[in-house]
């Protein structure tokens, strides 16, 4: 299958739900319509999904102890 | 009778500390969010970290500035982005020159070049690690890899990214798309190494 430039033009702020109600329109109908966007579409969820879980690290407690002790104190 | 001036100080004085107590509370309870994006801005823990603590430092004296109703965490993001600018973490990478002419779709050809059989993209992205996913992240230059971490991480839209980093909205799409591209090419570099290892070992 050929590259095809519609796709390069909507994927990311589609997949980044940064469209308007009417290109979001024009952007589910075209891949309704392309089968070589569709699969690159599905590609690049998962893949967003799976570096976006993979990198995720979760705060050390101890860290939330210290930044409640920088709260100004009560008189 | 009205209050006198002493009791309209006090009142004053009570209403401002009430406020401020809510807003730290407020502020703390994002933390876990500020973190996740915080780490990944920076190369270790450690310095996540100290960014963490001078943020809320400078968040808590500065609280007068924060206007009620307007997105706290992006507020609290954007002293941090400052902040690590300012601070000269930033240990910068060369520019990165290498052309990006692949396109998009790079990764997912040279994955499906290293796997022709398994060309369903589930399976592709098995033989990703999350290593790989790390090293490879951590390999984008800063400018493009801190709007990818704030859109991708910190969910934020274009327009808060933009006002986090003070760039224009293009700025922030044209960088999420350089950035994302660089990101799939260090990823396809990993995948095709590993690729190439298991290969190496299940062979002749």
């Known amino acids: 299958m050929d590259p095809c430039e519609k796709c390069e033009e909507l994927l990311q702020p589609f997949l980044d739900r940064d469209l308007n109600e009417e290109e979001r329109a024009v952007a589910e109908e075209h891949l309704n319509l392309c089968a070589y966007c569709r699969k690159r579409y599905r590609f690049e969820a998962d893949l967003r999904r799976f570096v976006r879980q993979a990198v995720t690290e979760e705060m050390p407690p101890d860290l939330k102890v210290k930044l409640s002790e920088l709260r100004t104190p009560l008189l | 009778m009205g209050e006198t001036a002493p009791e309209t100080e006090a009142r004053r004085l009570a209403e401002d500390a009430r406020d401020r107590v809510r807003f730290e509370e407020e502020a703390l309870d ?156 260090e990823l396809a570099e990993h995948a095709v190494a590993d690729g190439a290892s298991a290969d190496g070992g299940s062979g002749a």
């Not at chain 2, 992006?74 to 002419?101: F, K, S």
């Not at chain 2, 704030?150 to 350089?178: C, K, W």
């Open chain 2, 30 to 185: 994002l933390a876990d969010q500020v973190y996740r994006v915080a780490r990944r801005m920076v190369s270790s823990r450690e310095e996540a970290e100290d960014l963490m603590q001078e943020t809320y430092a400078r968040a808590f004296r500065s609280w007068r500035s924060f206007q009620p109703g307007t997105n706290l965490r992006a507020w609290l993001l954007r002293i941090l982005t400052n902040l690590n600018i300012d601070r000269g973490r930033r240990v910068q990478r060369a520019p990165d020159t290498q052309p990006l002419e692949e396109g998009d779709y790079f990764l997912y050809n040279r994955l499906e070049e290293v796997n022709p059989s398994g060309t369903d993209e589930e399976r592709v992205i098995e033989r990703l690690s999350q290593d790989d996913a790390v090293t490879a992240l951590s390999a984008v230059p800063h400018d493009f890899r801190d709007v990818i971490v704030l859109v991708d991480i910190g969910d934020f839209s274009y327009n808060e990214a933009a006002q986090i980093l003070d760039i224009p909205v293009g700025t922030v799409m044209s960088r999420l798309h350089r950035g994302r591209r660089i990101l799939k090419r």
